[in-house]
């Protein structure tokens, strides 16, 4: 084990943890509250307007104890129900948040925003309330008072204005034009940052649920599969979960046995969330359906699978696809997913050399799953009425991978089917961090850039990522090395 090693992997743990833990969580707890505003406060104000995925935010600011706020917040809470929360009818548009002035730990906070009324209404982009403040005459701030939202009428007409929407206090959830088509728009991918995240920790959830972890079998192609996720997971809050799992995975889980209990200590699997605490649930957006019970997940996992099959190295295609498949195989609890899945692995005869032969391989596999399903879901009326499954990408996305096609087959041209996954599944897919980070502040570029990890170029990313890094030029060697020495080095903390 060199030194070097040690130093990126504690170089990965310390950047990883220099997120805000508690603001996910805030998010999170939208779904069990009733209030569907967020109430911030000095400490989590910053962290939850700068990880929220909303375009814009509403902060208000009122004091607990004055009656007219008391009579507000029923109109406030109308509005906020249709964009804040997992049932959210327009979700990712707007976050709707309040800070009580009345307590004394807000006070600085109020007055950085120059409270001189209760309630007073603010309207910007979240980033720009991250360190920011408000000031009367000043022109040209990007934050707004709404002067107009007396009701939940208003408010909402206040905000159509603002964004050139039509939303009703009536809509009802998925009559939602958000709900995207699959020929969807270029740019909308960049949301689905956060449904990888949403996907990844709920595919842990399962395993966990299932206590999956059965042999020794399923206990080495769990550990591909969260090797894989340590080194090339898009988020660096995946990234860092994974690691600290593989790094303590001995004593978790001795001879494949896991324990799966979440007691709040360190010592069992359930107490190592795989994207921390604090990554919320029941929020797809991009992968999220038009009805209920569609979508989600299952989307979120091949969003999952492509965007790591475009961040591999030549020399861990083969490794990165045996991950995947085991995982599917082992660990994806729909029988007949996992079994067609298999037989297109199963498919496979030659070692995968190139990562662009193993990119146009998850592809073309998604590709005749979703033809599979094309007949199926509209025999069976299965589907997605928005969604239906097509063979992708269709040519509004990318003209230019389309040599030619009829009804009966479609000649692809693959090198730019490749440029275009590796475009659509690398910096687009994470571009929301970059344009979070571009209105910023210094010490956000930095952290958003570490969030590209091994897309990018070495040479520009920061100590944590490099881990990665290490990692993808050595096939897996540094930290399997790193592992291991941890492994022997480690007194066993429970028998
Ligand atoms: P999805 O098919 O989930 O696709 C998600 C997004 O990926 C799309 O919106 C689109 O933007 C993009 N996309 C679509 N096709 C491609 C492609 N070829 N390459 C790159 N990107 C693409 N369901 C079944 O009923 N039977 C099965 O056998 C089955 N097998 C599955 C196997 C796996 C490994 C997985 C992860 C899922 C499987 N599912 C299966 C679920 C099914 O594939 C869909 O995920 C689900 O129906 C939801 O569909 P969706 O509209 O969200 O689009």
């Not at 195989?329 to 997913?337: A, G, L, P, R, V």
Request: aromatic residues 10%.
């Amino acid at each position: 084990m060199s030194l070097v090693h040690l130093l990126l992997f504690a170089g990965l743990v310390i950047a990883a943890s220099s997120s805000s833990p508690g603001s996910r969580l805030i998010l999170r707890e939208i779904a069990d509250q009733k209030d569907k505003a967020v109430e911030l406060n000095t400490t989590n104000f910053d962290s939850v307007l700068k990880d929220t995925p909303a375009k814009y935010a509403v902060v208000e600011f009122f004091a607990h104890w004055c009656p007219a706020c008391r009579n507000y917040k029923p109109h406030y809470e109308k509005v906020a129900r249709l964009f804040n929360g997992p049932d959210a009818i327009h979700p990712g548009i707007v976050l709707m948040t309040r800070v009580d002035c009345a307590m004394k730990t807000n006070t600085n906070l109020c007055d950085k925003f120059s409270v001189s009324h209760y309630p007073m209404l603010f309207w910007g982009p979240p980033i720009k309330f991250v360190s920011g403040s408000w000031e009367p005459k000043k022109d040209k701030s990007e934050i707004l008072v709404i002067d107009d939202g007396r009701t939940a009428e208003r408010l909402l007409n206040w905000i159509n204005k603002q964004i050139g929407s039509s939303y009703g206090l009536d809509d009802q959830k998925f009559e939602n034009e958000h709900a995207l088509s699959n020929i969807t728009d270029y740019n909308q991918i960049s949301q689905a940052v956060y449904d990888v995240e949403e996907a990844t920790a709920e595919a842990f959830d399962i395993i966990l649920a299932h206590k999956a972890i059965k042999s020794s079998e399923t206990s080495a192609s769990f550990i591909r599969f969260i090797q894989l996720l340590a080194a090339h997971h898009l988020s660096r809050r995946c990234r860092k979960g994974a690691a600290e799992i593989l790094v303590n995975y001995d004593d978790l889980c001795p001879s494949g046995n896991c324990s799966y209990e979440k007691s709040g200590g360190n010592d069992t699997l359930g107490n190592f969330p795989i994207c921390g605490k604090d990554v919320p649930r029941g929020y797809y957006m991009f992968c999220r359906g038009s009805k209920n019970d569609t979508r989600g997940f299952s989307c979120g996992l091949w969003v999952l699978m492509h965007s790591l099959s475009v961040r591999i190295e030549d020399g861990e295609s083969h490794f990165a696809f045996t991950a995947i498949c085991d995982f599917v195989n082992n660990f994806f609890m729909c029988d007949e997913c996992r079994l067609h899945f298999n037989d297109m692995c199963l498919s496979v005869k030659t070692p995968f050399k190139k990562a662009r032969d193993f990119v146009l391989w998850v592809w073309s596999t998604h590709n005749k799953v979703n033809e599979r399903l094309m007949k199926d879901e509209a025999s069976l009326g299965t589907g997605d009425p928005k969604f239906p499954k097509i063979i992708w990408p269709p040519k509004e996305l990318c003209p230019l991978c389309y040599l030619s096609s009829n009804q009966k087959s479609i000649e692809w041209d693959h090198d730019h089917v490749y440029k275009f996954l590796k475009n659509y599944y690398g910096p687009k897919l994470v571009s929301l961090y970059k344009e979070k980070s571009v209105s910023g502040s210094k010490e956000e570029t930095v952290a958003a850039t570490e969030d590209l990890t091994v897309a990018t170029n070495a040479l520009v990313v920061p100590i944590g990522a490099a881990l990665a890094i290490a990692i993808a030029s050595c096939a897996f060697g540094a930290l399997a090395c790193y592992w291991r020495t941890q492994q022997k080095n480690r007194k066993p903390r429970r028998r």
